[in-house]
């Protein structure tokens, strides 16, 4: 059974137990919480260690699936080839956007995925981070068009 997109609807029902999954780690871990995420950046402050801990959790989690997995399929689950990046390179937008990535990071205590799952909250500021966040992926799409 497919559904209008072409995808069937077990390949669907998996992204959202995968992202729901994602979201309930977030929360349980409290990456959702902007003040523990600035708080893990204030390295000569109120520095929390526990985000670090919660990293190299997901790391070794990853790691070990990644060996133990996905190293040995030939093609993943709900898709014909695995999607890898064609270019190794660092240019000069991929430094330039992981820079503009951190400092919002650093600032704001606010990553996409978090706010995506905190967005049930309807925090101001959460809601603000993430019409900004569209608004600039609309700008870098543009910026992509007009270089091409």
């Not at 059974?1 to 349980?28: E, H, Q, R």
């Not at 956007?97 to 101001?124: E, H, K, T």
Request: glycine share 10%; aromatic share 8%.
């Amino acid at each position: 059974m497919t559904s209008k997109t072409g995808k069937s609807i077990v390949t669907n029902v998996s992204a959202f137990v995968c992202g729901l999954i994602f979201a309930i780690g977030l929360t349980v871990s409290q990456m959702v919480n902007p003040d523990k995420v600035l708080n893990f950046l204030d390295l000569f402050g109120h520095f929390d260690a526990s985000l670090g801990f919660v990293m190299a959790g997901a790391l070794m989690v990853f790691i070990s699936a990644y060996l133990l997995v996905i190293k040995r399929m030939e093609k993943p689950i709900f898709a014909s080839n695995f999607d890898l990046p064609k270019s190794s390179s660092l240019d000069s937008r991929l430094i330039i956007g992981s820079a503009i990535f951190g400092i919002g990071w650093g600032l704001s205590g606010i990553c996409p995925g978090p706010a995506v799952a905190n967005i049930i909250g309807a925090n101001d500021k959460i809601l603000a981070f993430i019409l900004m966040m569209l608004v600039g992926m609309i700008i870098a799409q543009k910026a992509n068009k007009n270089s091409q």
